[in-house]
């Protein structure tokens, strides 16, 4: 999944119909999902695994939706269905309407929608 957005027709925001189009050029659901995933490659710091999956003490990015994406892609498109993104394990971007303790915030957390 590369990033064209701000170009004729790709606009900010909308990239994840990018991946709803790789599964209509013919790959898996969860395949598009997977290969969209830049920070998948397994990083080692110190001979430690710190990403890959979702464990105490690893860096995590995550993104919360209300419904599942692998029954329909557009939906990561949708910024009503998206309830939060974490990057490295701190909360990025939220609802307006959704609360989480500090602890998990990161200095200049966005608004799901203002982006």
């Not at 189009?21 to 990083?43: I, Y």
């Not at 939906?75 to 394990?89: I, Q, S, T």
């Amino acid at each position: 999944m590369g990033s064209d957005a701000g170009t004729p027709l790709n606009f900010h925001g909308e990239n994840g119909l990018e991946i709803y189009w790789m599964q209509q050029a013919g790959m898996k659901p969860m395949d598009a999902l997977v290969s969209a995933n830049a920070r998948l490659r397994q990083k080692r710091w110190a001979g430690t695994i710190r990403i890959g999956s979702v464990e105490e003490g690893k860096s995590a990015d995550l993104l919360i939706c209300d419904e599942n994406p692998l029954d329909d892609l557009k939906r990561l498109a949708d910024k009503k269905n998206l309830r939060a993104v974490f990057l490295d394990g701190k909360l990025a971007a939220r609802q307006p309407t959704d609360s989480y303790p500090v602890s998990v915030l990161v200095p200049d957390l966005l608004t799901i929608g203002s982006m």
